[in-house]
């Protein structure tokens, strides 16, 4: 049986309609994809107990250079039923409270601190931590306390360098009953501000401190030198001295014996 010449025309660009639809439909998630990477922030979806959320974290100001007031940017909400790593969709709900039930573990090298998270002013869901990063390093962030009435312990940390961000949709366990199902984005390390400041350059807190104890360990150096130099030469004069006075006083014990004795 032929089909007719009008049917193959229809059937063809049907095809062409669904292959276009798909073609934009790829690069839709192309582009979600790479503005998720090229966010600043990291994503995270985490399940916790019986409901799931999302984690959106970052530095308060980006890109953060050393010495400047910046901190830790925090977003939860339960997620969306539509898209689980996007915070403003369709029945996505923010998460409030969490100041009463989390600190932040901050960790730079060998140090450590932990401060109290605080409730955005007027944004639900969001939550902030104000401090000076002084080193240019990687920070690694741990959320500790409980949501959901589960203890937590959910790490983020910065990249360093020209960060590409992270993709990773591996199912990883964090403790028991919090499991982490989604990881998206990444979010820079603190930055040197040469080349950025104007008019003139000033040094960091740290190079500061360097380089006056450099300073102060010169100046002991110097001053320990002169009084090495002065204890020498007084010894020297000590040792004059005392010569002097043996030779003088070996001199009046020679006259004082030659003296003739008194009959």
């Given amino acids: 049986m032929l089909i007719p010449l009008k049917n193959i025309y229809i059937v063809g660009i049907l095809r062409t309609m669904m292959n276009y639809k798909f073609y934009l439909a790829c690069m839709f998630l192309a582009l979600i994809l790479a503005s998720a990477l090229a966010s ?22 980006e890109p953060t250079y050393v010495d400047d ?22 029945g996505a709900k923010p998460v409030i409270g969490l100041e009463n039930t989390l600190k932040v573990e901050i960790t730079a090298g060998d140090k450590k601190i932990t401060l109290p998270l605080e409730a955005t002013w007027k944004d639900p869901g969001a939550y902030e931590v104000v401090f000076f990063p002084t080193l240019e390093t990687t920070y690694t962030f741990k959320l500790i306390g409980k949501i959901n009435n589960l203890s937590v312990t959910i790490p983020f940390s910065c990249q360093p360098g ?13 403790s028991d009953e919090v499991i982490r199902l989604n990881q998206l984005g990444g979010f820079g390390c603190p930055q040197p501000r040469e080349g950025i400041q104007f008019p003139e350059h000033s040094f960091s807190d740290v190079e500061l401190t360097k380089k006056v104890e450099d300073n102060v360990i010169q100046d002991l150096a110097s001053q320990n030198s002169h009084y090495a130099l002065a204890a020498l030469i007084i010894s020297m004069i000590a040792l004059v001295l005392i010569m002097w006075t043996m030779v003088k006083f070996n001199a009046l014990r020679a006259a004082h014996s030659k003296k003739p004795a008194h009959a």
């Avoid at 909400?77 to 969709?89: G, I, M, Y």
């Fill in 162 to 174: 020209d960060h590409e961000g992270t993709s990773n949709n591996q199912t990883t366990p964090l």
């Fill in 40 to 61: 600043g922030h990291e994503r995270q979806v985490i399940k916790i107990g019986d409901k799931k959320y999302l984690f959106t974290v970052g530095f308060l100001n």
């Fill in 69 to 90: 007031k910046s901190g830790l940017d925090v977003q939860v909400v339960q997620v969306s039923p539509l898209n689980a790593l996007d915070a403003t969709a369709e």
